[in-house]
């Protein structure tokens, strides 16, 4: 009898589907046969996983005919279209677009987090969004010791949230500017938008589309998620997200307002004690999370806990982690262990 599982990975040449073919050889994951999708111009190509090449099939509805685990990152419209597809062939989807976080019926995990929400999916579950998952792991020792009435974020996220091509911009913005060529801008801040500016060099307080309420979808996906995942609609919570000039890992300046007053040595041991935590807390001795540190990391850095000055059960925190990896591909990976350890 065969050992292990067939797991198909949707968006296998994107930079999020490389990490996730990545990890599961990483952390053996057990792949009996690995099946990657992508679109029809990529299929005929081949990537090597566990030693061996495979060549890249076009994502169709019956690739996911004896697939035990899916696991999507190809955006939001092929999970659409695929993932019920892959559902009704029997898989397990673990979808890491936005297509499927705020259904009712499907489990929005950090298993860190909510593992047993696992148990409650219907075919698909929803991997959180980047800025999402850093922060609520966060949070989640704090949450349960203290109590939250409140979250106001703001995020300085790298443009590999925005895919390859707008890292690949990035580079070739930063050499033109230092020659003093004209910078050439299509993909920031969001591709199939109107106008674009030059992220190199700069800043632009815009993470996806624009919604009415003058909030953006980023910030809306952060707001109603971290609700969701806490099961606590109570939370009052802000985001404004901004996309800064960095490849590679998200930071978030995040205020809490607990409902408990607590001691701050005590949140920072709770912070070291928690797996999938790095606190890095010194300012005197400069020690803090940056981007750079945390790439191709798989955990989470927290720094600069501080109380606020003028609420007592304010405490403010830095949080940054590489925004492919614990913010996408391995948050799936361990989702699919977590599915697989419970017998689910």
Not at 32 to 47: D, M, V
Request: hydrophobic residues 40%.
């Amino acid at each position: 009898m065969d050992v292990g599982y067939r797991v198909a990975v949707v968006g296998a040449t994107g930079a999020v589907g490389q990490q996730m073919l990545k990890f599961l050889e990483e952390r053996e994951f057990p792949v009996r046969e690995i099946i990657p999708l992508s679109s029809a111009r990529s299929a005929g190509n081949q990537i090597t996983f566990m030693g061996k090449q495979v060549e890249i099939q076009e994502a169709k509805p019956e690739s996911f005919t004896g697939v035990d685990i899916a696991l999507f990152s190809a955006g939001g419209n092929i999970s659409k279209q695929l993932a019920p597809e892959a559902v009704k062939r029997g898989a397990v989807v673990i979808d890491n677009t936005s297509a499927y976080r705020m259904d009712t019926n499907v489990p929005l995990v950090v298993p860190e987090v909510n593992p047993d929400a696992i148990r409650r999916h219907n075919g698909i579950i929803a991997n959180p969004n980047c800025s999402t998952i850093q922060m609520v792991a966060a949070l989640k020792p704090l949450v349960d010791k203290y109590g939250l009435e409140r979250i106001i974020v703001s995020t300085y996220q790298a443009v590999s949230g925005a895919g390859m091509e707008a890292m690949q911009e990035l580079e070739a913005q930063s050499e033109a500017w230092v020659r003093g060529d004209d910078v050439q801008a299509q993909y920031l801040p969001v591709g199939k938008a109107e106008k674009h500016y030059q992220m190199a060099f700069n800043v632009i307080p815009q993470v996806d589309m624009g919604q009415e309420n003058n909030f953006t979808f980023e910030e809306m996906k952060m707001i109603q998620e971290t609700k969701k995942i806490l099961e606590d609609e109570s939370i009052r919570v802000a985001a404004t997200c901004v996309r800064v000039p960095v490849m590679r890992g998200h930071s978030e300046s995040v205020y809490v307002e607990l409902k408990s007053d607590y001691d701050l040595a005590e949140v920072r041991s709770l912070l070291h004690q928690t797996d999938g935590i790095i606190v890095q807390d010194n300012i005197i001795e400069q020690e803090y999370p940056m981007p750079l540190d945390a790439t191709d990391r798989t955990e989470v850095f927290v720094g600069r806990l501080r109380r606020d000055l003028d609420y007592p059960r304010g405490l403010h925190l830095w949080v940054v982690s590489d925004n492919l990896l614990k913010g996408a591909a391995t948050n799936s990976i361990q989702i699919a262990e977590t599915l697989v350890s419970q017998g689910l």
